[in-house]
């Protein structure tokens, strides 16, 4: 079954950090660029970064210089660490396999 699962997402105060993963089972994810969506309530679905083969990276302007992307092939997993977070990063983030194959999203809420 092929399957994209997203985790690590949870309240965290201004300017902490969260590093969310995604992990696929029933396909090979190191096969595709990843890409890291997010969508706050209210308002259209926005790209957030691209992590291509073998690592190659771009981030939207409201990220660059805080999210990195990362990824293990071995785990069949990509990452997204989240730095200096801000109240406006409050999203649901998804990431998709060069959007073909999606996640069902994890729930960043950054409070304080």
């Known amino acids: 079954q092929v399957q994209l699962v997203e985790s690590g997402g949870g309240l965290v105060q201004p300017g902490g950090s969260l590093r969310l993963s995604c992990q696929a089972s029933?396909?090979?994810?190191?096969?595709?660029?990843v890409r890291w969506y997010r969508q706050a309530p209210g308002k259209e679905r926005e790209w957030v970064a691209n992590?291509?083969?073998?690592?190659?990276?771009s981030y939207s302007a409201s990220v660059q210089g805080r999210f990195t992307g990362s990824r293990d092939n071995a785990k069949n997993t990509v990452y997204l660490q989240m730095n200096s977070l801000k109240p406006e990063d409050t999203a649901v983030y998804f990431c998709?396999?060069?959007?073909?194959?999606w996640g069902q999203g994890t729930q960043v809420t950054v409070s304080s």
């Open positions: 998709s396999a060069a959007d073909r194959f």
């Open positions: 992590i291509g083969n073998p690592g190659t990276t």
């Open positions: 029933g396909f090979l994810l190191g096969s595709f660029a």
